[in-house]
């Protein structure tokens, strides 16, 4: 990735959230309320006050922050109380994120990447199932689903910003559902995989999508899907860091956008409390050829004017520590009906 692209990139996203918090297009219906989604536990530690904007970020972002927990008995992050959002809402959300990511769609790069990566999990996938029908669910442009179906697959999608979803039906001719996936009428067990890539942290009950995911697969199909490792170093350095100033920021979790945050560990127990068998959770660390760096740095609380070049050396300096560690940036599991 061009370490010019990478500076006009996140300049870009914090120009357009500006802009965008500014004009009021944001809202959510309130709070509720939410035991843990894994364990069903209340019991949970206050680990600080975060929002995705940053209050330094977005001086103009009306709201204070919200309360970032995590579960005493299983170690899940989450967010508490929860945002509600009705569909008009989660539509205006996800218009605008993924306006954010909309270069990953236009740069060669970029595209080229995700084109690689969508061929290696079809690949794992096709260990298990031979080609027929797969659907995935947050499916963006369709590039996975694109992949997919040059390699023999029958393509579904399910996708909540209507901009994606036209996009994914009218360039690249894919049946996609525009909405969320409990409400697109897909038959249970019509499926012989389904897919969520960075979906998860997303939602504001996991557990329930999963279940859906489950329901929606036929006994033996393979759910795919890959989530941020919340528990990262510079998460819990930036945490750390925040603890000993005695500040109430944290690091963890990019509310209202990522609302729950997954370790290996917490994957692995949501899988198993939601019916599936786990085949497999492997990770993806900073500076694998596979790996997308640019959504690292620009989302933290520590780069209010840092450099492409800067971003890039500290992005390698992290990236070999975490190696060495084995605590990778991104999680993938495999796991069967
Ligand atoms: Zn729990």
């Known amino acids: 990735m061009g370490q010019q692209y990478e500076g006009a990139y996140s300049q870009h996203v914090q120009i357009l959230r500006l802009a965008q918090v500014k004009s009021g297009m944001f ?25 995705a904007f940053s209050s330094r970020i977005a001086q103009k972002w009306p709201f204070d922050g919200f309360r970032v927990v995590k579960c005493r008995r299983c170690g899940l992050i989450y967010v508490n109380p929860m945002p509600k959002f ?23 790069k970029s595209v080229a990447l995700e084109t690689a990566m969508a061929g290696a999990v079809l690949e794992q996938i096709e260990r298990h199932v031979s080609p027929s029908r797969i659907l995935d669910i947050g499916c963006a442009d369709g590039l996975f689903l694109s992949v997919a179906r040059e390699r023999g697959w029958y393509p579904v999608g399910a996708e909540v910003a209507p901009s994606m979803a036209a996009y994914a039906r009218d360039v690249r001719g894919l049946h996609v559902f525009s909405g969320v996936v409990e409400d697109a009428g897909f038959q249970n067990r019509s499926f012989d995989a389904v897919h969520l ?44 860091y925040f603890k000993c100033k005695r500040d109430r920021w944290t690091t963890y979790l990019k509310p209202p956008i990522h609302l729950y945050g997954f370790s290996a560990q917490t994957l692995r127990a949501m899988l198993i409390s939601t019916g599936f068998h786990i085949v497999q959770i492997t990770g993806s660390y900073l500076g694998d050829p596979a790996f997308k760096p640019y959504s690292m740095f620009p989302e933290t609380d520590f780069t209010f004017s840092t450099s492409g070049h800067f971003v890039a050396l500290a992005q390698q300096l992290l990236g070999a520590v975490e190696k060495r560690l084995r605590i990778p940036e991104v999680l993938f599991a495999l796991a069967l009906r």
Request: with cysteine.
């Open 197 to 240: 890539h960075h979906v998860l942290e997303h939602l504001s009950d996991p557990s329930a999508t999963l279940a859906t995911a489950f329901a929606l697969l036929r006994p033996g199909g393979v759910l795919s899907l890959g989530v941020p490792n919340e528990e990262t170093l510079l998460k819990r350095v930036g945490h750390l």
């Open 86 to 108: 009705d569909l008009k809402e989660l539509q205006n959300w996800y218009s605008w994120y993924s306006s954010c990511y909309a270069g990953e769609f236009e740069g060669p």
């Open 27 to 51: 809202a959510f219906s309130g709070f509720h309320d939410v035991n843990c989604n894994i364990c069903r536990s209340n019991d949970a530690v206050l680990l600080g006050i975060r929002d």
